[in-house]
């Protein structure tokens, strides 16, 4: 039974969470999503292994209802495969490091010749366009520049803990979903395409935005 967004095709060059569950999320909706990893197999399908062939309990968990190819898109032919992937999708999904993306060409910029109405949804930690974008960033850094960890440690002596799990990653997949979904509704009403830049830090600090407040108005820490 199809879903909404049954029509729509998206190309899945995430890693580990953030990325491949935000394209889960649109394939449990009804897209087609393609995951597109390296030749040998991405280093998160690996993780925490429970198949026969190694396959790890997270690559299970956030690639379902997808379909998978392999390229090496720094060879000539891995790009020719991937521009007419690009061609054909209506969305990409990447949170690979800036400067990765530039290399592969999977910037903006080089999938926007190829399909000028391309949906590019890019996330990462800070954010690729603002001062911070340079830097690689995991979710407990994004967890600690937004205030979570301080909520997290011991008030006496003040601790700062890092989290148990990586809350960023699954909390910033919907808020992704969300925005990619805005672009497409934006491309339906005027055709045009969209860049959305997904930023963690920015997730953690509308999270964590009430205690923010609060230590602004009354310099209360909440622990």
Not at 7 to 35: K, S
Not at 38 to 51: I, L, N, T
Request: charged share 20%; with cysteine.
């Amino acid at each position: 039974m199809g879903g909404v967004l049954e029509g729509v095709r998206v190309l899945d060059f995430g890693r580990y969470i953030a990325g491949p569950y935000c394209a889960t999320l649109l394939a449990e909706f009804g897209a087609e999503v393609i995951r597109v990893e390296k030749r040998d197999g991405s280093e998160d399908r690996f993780v925490a292994p429970v198949g026969e062939g190694g396959e790890g309990a997270l690559f299970l968990q956030v690639n379902r209802n997808k379909k998978c190819i392999t390229l090496d898109p720094m060879k000539p032919e891995g790009q020719e495969v991937m521009r007419r992937l690009v061609a054909t999708a209506d969305v990409v999904v990447a949170n690979l490091p800036p400067q990765t993306l530039r290399a592969m060409k999977l910037d903006y910029e080089s999938l926007k010749a190829i399909k000028p109405d391309i949906i590019y949804v890019q996330q990462s930690g800070m954010g690729a366009k603002g001062t911070y974008g340079r830097f690689r960033t995991v979710g407990p850094i994004a967890n600690s520049f937004s205030g979570l960890s301080e909520m997290s440690g011991l008030p006496e002596p003040a601790m700062p803990a890092g989290w148990g799990y990586s809350y960023l990653d699954w909390m910033g997949a919907y808020s992704f979903a969300l925005a990619m979904l805005s672009g497409l509704y934006h491309r339906a009403r005027t055709g045009e395409g969209q860049w959305v830049d997904a930023s963690q830090a920015e997730v953690g600090l509308f999270i964590s935005g009430t205690t923010i407040l609060d230590w602004s108005a009354n310099g209360r820490i909440w622990s």
